[in-house]
């Protein structure tokens, strides 16, 4: 192994301001996907459907990214669409903000035990390859998980050098805060904006909403929780979605689900169509008794689904 160049003095060259560039926007694309269009969209909400391969491709950029377990990460996230804000919300910022923002990882194992888990993800326990990651919130799977987030840093370090360990580092870093911002700011009172009157206090966060790679357009999706684009307004910059219909256009993602115009003519439709039965079906996976959501999964029925107007 060759001696690692640590002479920073060296570092103000061309080809390394290159070289940082294009290793901190690979790292931060790979790494915010693997959560939002990862974790977030495609595990938690089922918002499209890829091969397996691609999953699980994706789903990685997550896990070195910090999160922990993907089946536990699905199994917070959706108690918090159950209980947002209400008691029983992991991580909502009436409970504090620093409570929201870190200090709700620390006791989730007290207050979500494999039990309740199991009941939030039956689906993910089926699949034996994200098990093997975890299936709790035990000091374990999250030591396994900082493991190999270090190994792989390591990697990075001895085989590209240190340029581009330092811009997977930074990276890494602002990364890893993105969905702890959601979290927070996007349901703290004063930030951003709402567009949609939902039960809970979520808002439209603009640098949350870039920064998360479209997630911080948070208001949208608690409105359209299965939606799997959460950029609605023409300024509402949402990239997960920009990969996401992407990979529909080459083919490689399919029964992608968008908001759709929800109107009165489609909601008497749609509630016509055995309601009950259809928002028990739509909502598989995520029970949510957000009104809006609630319409927008009844009128899912009608075909050619539109943009919604705000
Ligand atoms: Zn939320
Ligand atoms: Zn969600």
């Not at 089926?126 to 390591?154: F, P, T, Y």
């Not at 890893?176 to 700011?185: A, E, G, L, Y």
């Not at 490689?252 to 039965?277: D, F, H, M, N």
């Amino acid at each position: 192994m060759g001696a690692l160049n640590l002479d920073f003095s060296a570092w103000n060259t061309p080809t390394t301001w290159l070289t940082f560039a294009a290793w901190f926007t690979v790292s931060y694309c790979y790494l915010s996907m693997g959560i939002t269009g990862g974790y977030h969209r495609l595990l938690t909400h089922k918002s499209y459907k890829v091969p397996n391969w691609l999953k699980y491709f994706i789903v990685s950029g997550g896990y070195l990214a910090l999160m922990g377990a993907p089946v536990s990460w699905v199994a917070v996230h959706r108690l918090h669409h159950q209980k947002s804000d209400q008691p029983g919300d992991p991580h909502s910022p009436r409970d504090g903000f620093e409570h929201a923002l870190y200090k709700w990882m620390f006791d989730m194992e007290k207050r979500q035990p494999i039990e309740e888990i199991r009941k939030q993800v039956p689906d993910l326990l089926e699949d034996k390859w994200l098990c093997k990651l975890g299936v709790d919130h035990s000091a374990k799977q999250a030591q396994l998980c900082l493991w190999v987030n270090i190994a792989a840093r390591v990697l990075i370090l001895v085989a590209f050098g240190p340029v581009a360990f330092t811009a997977n580092l930074i990276a890494s870093i602002m990364v890893f805060w993105s969905p702890q911002f959601v979290n927070t700011f996007c349901h703290l009172e004063n930030w951003g904006y709402r567009t949609y009157e939902v039960r809970d206090g979520s808002r439209n966060v603009p640098w949350v909403g870039i920064m998360a790679m479209g997630e911080g357009w948070h208001n949208n999706h608690h409105a359209f929780p299965k939606s799997a684009r959460h950029g609605i307004k023409w300024y509402e910059l949402d990239c997960t979605w920009m990969m996401i219909s992407f990979l529909e256009k080459v083919g490689l993602a399919t029964e992608v689900i968008r908001p759709t115009v929800v109107s009165a003519e489609v909601i008497a439709k749609a509630k016509e169509a055995q309601a009950a039965k259809f928002v028990t079906a739509s909502n598989a996976g995520v029970q949510t008794t957000s009104d809006s959501a609630e319409l927008v999964n009844l009128a899912l029925d009608v075909p050619e689904p539109e943009l919604v107007k705000s």
